[in-house]
């Protein structure tokens, strides 16, 4: 006899509160330096669910797939440990380029090639190099706070744009990328970013906070947070799958969890250094 299946609202909270519950686990036995390894951790399964999702349906050579994930875990170990990132990460793309052209030569077509260098690419800036800018912002003063800020603030408004397109929603956002999203669930979403942003900075950061920075970061995080959902929505829908993986059952896999947290994890690390919310010590 099968289990009954949870349904897709109740499934997603227990998802949730599991995932939660590992985090301040995490943080509370290991500081932040546990929470550094955890993203190493999340970047592994990551890389694993993008290349499973954004090379499926090309013709390439399996060696070239492996070449991606080996340059993907040197990636990450050269931007957390060498000085100089951005001379680190356009070395590994033109290493990418010129072994793919070498691996691929009379091997498949050239809109492929094309097609595949673009996502590969595309893979080193959002499974290695994304999650990097969570781990430098962790290994800052009050990194843990920054880190929490930075989550509530995208969950909220995840939680906002799911309820405020279930009960408000009627006009499609992007309905040949994710039919289920609604301007009315992206506005809300804003809203509870905002307001979450707000609180949260007044809360974490009483000494030398400013409300205008604080606003600006909760809606520029809210909204980086939702094109980066629909970003992972885009390439789910070009590689025709639902989700990225299983490991998290009513959201998915890691990819399709963290992808508003992926995209807008430059702007915490940018706010750390340029705004005077996060002026503590």
Not at 82 to 92: Q, R
Not at 118 to 130: D, H, P, T
Request: glycine fraction near 8%; charge should be positive.
């Amino acid at each position: 006899m099968k289990a009954p299946k949870l349904s897709g609202l109740k499934a997603r909270v227990i998802s949730a509160l599991i995932a939660l519950f590992l985090i301040l686990a995490t943080a509370y036995q290991f500081k932040a330096k546990g929470l550094e390894w955890a993203c190493i951790l999340v970047v592994f399964l990551i890389v694993r669910e993008y290349k499973r999702t954004a090379f499926s349906r090309l013709i390439i050579p399996h060696g070239v797939k492996v070449l991606f994930s080996v340059l993907c875990f040197a990636l990450l170990i050269s931007l957390l440990w060498l000085p100089n990132s951005l001379l680190v990460f356009s070395f590994y793309c033109s290493l990418f380029i010129a072994l793919t052209f070498w691996l691929t030569r009379n091997k498949t077509d050239n809109e492929t090639i094309l097609t595949f260098l673009s996502r590969g690419i595309f893979g080193f800036l959002w499974c290695v190099a994304f999650p990097c800018f969570e781990i430098y912002t962790l290994r800052q003063k009050v990194g843990l706070e920054l880190f929490a800020l930075h989550l509530m603030v995208v969950f909220a408004g995840d939680i906002g744009a799911y309820f405020g397109g279930k009960w408000l929603g009627k006009k499609a956002l992007m309905p040949q990328v994710s039919p289920n999203k609604t301007i009315e669930g992206a506005l809300s979403g804003l809203l509870c970013s905002f307001l979450c942003a707000v609180f949260c900075v007044l809360s974490f950061f009483p000494q030398g906070t400013a409300l205008g920075p604080a606003i600006a970061f909760g809606l520029g995080c809210g909204f980086i947070a939702q094109m980066g959902d629909l970003t992972i929505s885009l390439l789910k829908r070009v590689a025709q799958i639902k989700d990225s993986g299983r490991l998290m059952p009513g959201h998915g896999g890691m990819l399709d969890r963290l992808d508003g947290v992926l995209m807008s994890s430059p702007l915490i690390y940018f706010f750390t250094f340029y705004s005077s919310i996060l002026s503590m010590g």
